[in-house]
């Protein structure tokens, strides 16, 4: 075994709501054996800076402000202290709604300079759903433990799910459905996506961008996106689930099977906090804590298992 080598990486989360970055520094070892080919593993990751959650900037509902974003990463550089030419290897990853928004291709050439000769691409989604579940750490539960593990990753616009048995991916799907479905500022809603339409009228409820809905009616339709979420771990369907699938329901079926839930939804199942009002809900901007606690309270994912 040869001497260890460190190397700095990058990376960079481009999503439907946040984008941030991370910074580490990977401790390389070459392993040679008897009668084999050298290999070179990662023994080792330090954190060596890690940036805030910052929301990604658009221009408008369908344009990523790519000059703003170049520059928030510039300026995340230069706050670690490092230069591009310093990062030898990493990824950039535009994931979520961000990814389907009309000019990610300028997204990716405005931070190029930035991302050196390493990945730097567009996520679909069963690629997506299969980053977070090993990032869940969703994989390696199911490899230690003989087991089949769904994670579940909802963001701001998208819901992912990819199912591990014993480390190794054996199906995944995606709905078009997050936090942002509505966004409010100051208790009245300013933006619904088509996707947040069809659940408003799945769920009974009549908003409309102007609107000050009640808590009542925002729980409504986040009781409605708990009830597709079943849908996405158990591979079934309905009509509302059937116009906000990106992709065949999952060939594997979760049911009864442990779950894991990340994402920024993720964040909130796991560390609730109070939500007595419609303020409390849109601390974001949208209705993602809301749709969170719609989560621990739906009945049937109450039965499950949730690591």
């Known amino acids: 075994m040869s001497g260890a080598r460190q190397m700095v990486s990058v990376g960079i989360d481009i999503g439907t709501t946040t984008t941030q970055v991370i910074f580490s520094e990977l401790t390389l070892l070459e392993i040679t054996r008897a009668g084999q080919i050298p290999r070179v593993d990662i023994s080792?990751?330090?954190?060596?800076?890690?940036?805030?959650i910052v929301f990604t900037p658009l221009l408008d509902a369908e344009t990523i402000d790519a000059?703003?974003?170049?520059?928030?990463?510039?300026?995340?550089?230069?706050?670690?202290?490092?230069r591009p030419e310093q990062v030898e290897t990493g990824a950039v990853i535009i994931t979520g709604e961000t990814a389907r928004k009309k000019n990610a291709d300028t997204v990716l050439a405005a931070i190029a300079g930035l991302a050196g000769d390493f990945v730097v691409t567009v996520a679909g989604p069963n690629v997506e759903g299969m980053i977070a579940g090993r990032g869940s750490g969703a994989a390696a539960y199911s490899r230690q433990h003989f087991t089949t593990?769904?994670?579940?990753?909802?963001?701001?616009?998208?819901?992912?799910?990819?199912?591990?048995?014993?480390g190794s991916q054996v199906a995944s799907a995606a709905m078009n459905y997050g936090g942002r479905v509505i966004e409010l500022q100051d208790?009245?809603?300013t933006a619904i996506t088509r996707a947040g339409g069809w659940i408003c009228e799945a769920a009974g409820v009549s908003l409309r961008v102007g609107?000050?809905?009640?808590?009542?009616?925002?729980?409504?339709?986040?009781?409605a996106m708990a009830v597709v979420t079943v849908h996405l771990i158990e591979g079934t369907t309905s009509p509302l689930a059937e116009k906000l699938y990106q992709?065949?329901?999952?060939?594997?079926?979760?049911?009864g099977r442990p779950v894991m839930f990340s994402g920024g939804i993720g964040f909130?199942?796991?560390?609730?906090?109070?939500?007595?009002s419609v303020a409390e809900v849109a601390r974001h901007g949208d209705i993602g804590p809301l749709l969170a606690e719609s989560l621990r309270r739906n009945p049937v994912i109450q039965g499950y298992t949730v690591l």
């Open 149 to 166: 593990v769904t994670n579940i990753d909802i963001g701001g616009g998208s819901a992912n799910s990819a199912t591990f048995r014993q």
């Open 187 to 189: 208790g009245v809603i």
């Open 67 to 82: 000059e703003r974003l170049a520059g928030i990463l510039r300026q995340e550089y230069a706050r670690a202290g490092i």
């Open 247 to 255: 992709t065949p329901p999952s060939p594997v079926s979760g049911q």
């Open 44 to 52: 080792e990751r330090r954190v060596l800076s890690e940036s805030e």
């Open 268 to 276: 909130y199942f796991y560390d609730p906090i109070p939500l007595s």
């Open 211 to 223: 609107d000050r809905p009640t808590l009542a009616d925002l729980r409504r339709v986040t009781d």
